[in-house]
């Protein structure tokens, strides 16, 4: 299986190789190759930033002799006006590469911006706000980690790192024991130690997954507030919660207050804002 690193170097690559292909043509005509000079980072919207070091990556990447200098760090709460880094070096090296490092960081910075707005509706609970595998293609590393950088917690990063029996999983097993049965079956003939998580769909299902019992996790899919409330209280602590299913940061709280350790929400990586920053000569 490929590491974290590997991924993000092949995203990197396959980025500079759809934007520059055989060559910046703009760049190339206009700037001599021996031309140096700086840009700084500059914020233009209040929020988290995050993605600094990836732009860092970036840089190094396409070329290692840029220095950047860094002022501002991941996770950190910043405003219109700030400076997050200033790179130095050629300036045909600048131009080439400020299109992709503002792409990712302006995209994991408005993912990280409302991820934070989503744990602060949660303040003074023990609900931590969980993401999905709902993210960009080849992003999912980056996504996941503006999530954390944001306040929130990573659910499984791909198919691969937990089990999660949903609902087609559960009728094409045979039903809700079957399911988990079989999967810790697999898991022993397999050499696994994967945490198993069950997605329930009533209260009847519920209490098939706890008289089964063998599941880590049981999330609550598209459960109202007050069946969640009784719903948690039916599980009184026998494994983990989670609420899932059409939940806003309108109705956050009420799904909170109910007692769910988590709940995951597909919006803070599927239709996120962008942060406004930009990439300017010093």
Known sequence: ???????????????????????????????????MG???????????IAGIEMAQRVFNKFDPELKMTTYIEDGAHVKPGDIAFVVEGKVQSLLQT????????QRMSGIATI??????????????????????????????????????????????????????????????????????KWCEENGKNLKIEIEVRNLDELQQALD?????????????????????????????TESSGGITLDTLRDYGECGVDY???????????SLDMSFKAC
């Open 115 to 184: 991820t934070a707005k989503y744990q602060e509706r949660l303040a003074g609970l023990k609900t931590r706000v969980l993401d999905t595998r709902k993210t960009t293609p080849g992003m999912r590393i980056m996504e996941k980690e503006a999530v954390r950088l944001g306040g929130g917690c990573n659910h499984r990063i791909g198919l691969f790192d937990m089990i999660l029996l949903k609902d087609n999983h559960v009728d094409f097993a045979g039903g809700i024991g079957k399911a988990i049965d079989l999967a810790h």
């Open 263 to 273: 709940i995951s929400v597909g919006a803070l990586t599927h239709s996120v804002k």
């Open 38 to 48: 700086k840009s700084r980072l500059i914020v233009k919207e209040e929020g988290i």
């Open 212 to 240: 089964n019992g063998g599941a880590d996790r049981i999330m609550l899919d598209n459960f109202t507030p007050e069946l969640t409330r009784k719903a948690v209280e039916i599980i009184d602590g026998r494994c983990e």
């Open 1 to 35: 299986m490929k590491t974290r690193e590997q991924l993000i170097d092949e995203l990197i690559d396959l980025a500079f190789a759809e934007d520059i292909g055989d060559g910046d043509a703009t760049t190339l005509c206009c700037i001599p190759a021996d031309e």
């Open 98 to 105: 400020e299109r992709l490092m503002l792409n990712i960081m």
